[in-house]
């Protein structure tokens, strides 16, 4: 029995580490999402600028203006590469906290099998000790027969 009370104290701290790592996985993916819903807005806003410059240009720009766009379009590649690196270490950190749960599911559910196991035998011991009192009592049945 302590064997049994022993397992399931296992199996509930594998369940609270796997829920916690659970949670950690959701949060590293939402900041992925972000990451990525941040970087396509960005990248839109460059395209963009980069269209009002074209037809700027078409349509006739001062070299002050055209300075001003290639250096806003410049800070924008900035801000792009920045968050391609956000994005990288967000997917990066989602990638550890995925491994990290499964690893910690494995766990969890060896326990349990192990646990399922134990019960198990603990059931196949019972079973053999109800037949050989079965057994016990029919032959002392056919003894009392016999007399």
Do not use: C
């Amino acid at each position: 029995m302590a064997q049994a009370s022993a397992l399931e104290t296992l199996i509930d701290l594998a369940q609270r580490d796997s829920d916690a790592a659970a949670k950690r996985l959701g949060a590293a993916l939402k900041l992925v999402e972000d990451a990525e819903q941040k970087l396509d807005m960005l990248v839109g806003y460059r395209d963009e600028y980069a269209r009002k410059l074209d037809t700027a240009q078409m349509d006739g720009i001062t070299p002050f203006a055209y300075h001003n766009f290639v250096a806003f379009i410049g800070k924008l590649d900035h801000a792009l590469s920045g968050q391609r690196e956000v994005l990288k270490h967000a997917q990066n950190k989602a990638t550890f906290e995925r491994t990290t749960w499964q690893d910690s599911e494995r766990k969890r559910l060896s326990y349990r099998t192990l646990n399922e196991r134990a019960a198990s035998e603990a059931l196949k011991v019972e079973n053999k000790r109800d037949q050989k009192q079965m057994d016990d009592h029919a032959a002392r049945g056919a003894r009392y027969k016999q007399r």
